[in-house]
């Protein structure tokens, strides 16, 4: 009777429909068709992609200032793009270090620019030289 008892309970204890549910994703797999990935000795590294459904990632990062206590910073920079459900192709461009995370693309929303009057009562702050802004295409740091 016990065994009986046992059996029923395991039974009823089972997993319903186990084999009949839906599955977790409608989609397909999306292949890889092209990937590369670097480890260098030096801690340097890169990375890239691209699937199969036109998505793509890339980034590079090293250290800054190997060696010298209180300068040493990582450095990330990369970029990743798709399309939109909507058709709208999405890129982003972004780079990370010392001075935290940046990230720009169409997409983003952006400040509206600091009015002249507020930029000139910053003359005698003594944080005047603080970074505003990074150019991802050229590299430069436009600080005011």
Do not use: C
């Not at 994703?25 to 480890?39: C, M």
């Not at 890169?46 to 209180?70: R, T």
């Amino acid at each position: 009777m016990l065994l009986v008892i046992f059996l029923a309970s395991t039974a009823l204890g089972a997993p319903q429909n186990f084999f009949n549910q839906p599955p977790f994703s409608n989609q397909h797999p999306v292949p890889i068709v092209s990937e590369t990935n670097e480890i260098n000795p030096d801690g340097s590294f890169s990375y890239s992609y691209v699937s199969g459904d036109g998505s793509q990632a890339q980034a590079k990062g090293y250290l800054k200032n190997a060696g010298q206590k209180d300068r040493e910073a990582e450095v990330i920079q990369g970029s990743y793009s798709y399309t939109a459900p909507d058709g709208t192709p999405i890129t982003v461009h972004w780079i990370a270090d010392e001075n935290g995370f940046r990230a720009e693309g169409a997409h983003l929303p952006t400040p509206p620019p600091i009015p002249l009057e507020i930029k000139r009562s910053f003359g005698n702050h003594p944080r005047q030289h603080r970074l505003l802004d990074h150019d991802f295409e050229t590299g430069k740091k436009y600080r005011f």
